[in-house]
Nanobody, 127 residues
Framework: VQLVESGGDLVQAGGSLRVSCAASGLTVDDYAIGWFRQAPGKEREGVSCLSGSRLRASDDSTYTANSVKGRFTIASDSAKNTVYLQMNTLKPEDTARYYC????????????????WGQGTLVTVSS
C-alpha cells in the first residue's frame, strides 16, 4: 500500500501548481485523503481533505485551511486512483513539503489518525 506524491516544483509568487497523490493498494474512493504541509522549522499543517466518494453517504466531511481557502482546491480522480491539490495564487509562505495521507474520515485525518501517508513533494514559491 502506497501513497506517492509528485508535482512539486519551484514557482514564482502568484503562479499555480498542481500536486498529485497516487494511491496503490488502496482505493481513494474508500478513504478520506488529505494534504498536509510542513515548512522547515514549522509544525505540520493540515491543508485540505476530501472524503472518498463511497464515504460521502455517511461522511461528507471536507476540510480546507483558512490560509488556503479560495486559492487551493482538492479533487479526486477515481479512474486514476489519484487525489490532486490545485494551488493557485501561490505565496512564498506556501513553501513547504506537501504530504498526502489517508484516513477513514476527514475528522480522523485532521487529528492525525492516518492509515497511510507518503514521502512528500517539495513546493517552493519564490518572491
Amino acid at each position: 500500500v502506497q501513497l506517492v506524491e509528485s508535482g512539486g516544483d519551484l514557482v514564482q509568487a502568484g503562479g499555480s501548481l498542481r500536486v498529485s497523490c497516487a494511491a496503490s493498494g488502496l482505493t481513494v474512493d474508500d478513504y478520506a485523503i488529505g494534504w498536509f504541509r510542513q515548512a522547515p522549522g514549522k509544525e505540520r499543517e493540515g491543508v485540505s481533505c476530501l472524503s472518498g466518494s463511497r464515504l460521502r453517504a455517511s461522511d461528507d466531511s471536507t476540510y480546507t485551511a483558512n490560509s488556503v481557502k479560495g486559492r487551493f482546491t482538492i479533487a479526486s480522480d477515481s479512474a486514476k486512483n489519484t487525489v490532486y491539490l490545485q494551488m493557485n495564487t501561490l505565496k512564498p509562505e506556501d513553501t513547504a513539503r506537501y504530504y498526502c495521507g489517508a484516513a477513514w474520515t476527514c475528522s480522523l485525518w485532521s487529528q492525525g489518525y492516518l492509515e497511510r501517508w507518503g514521502q512528500g513533494t517539495l513546493v517552493t514559491v519564490s518572491s
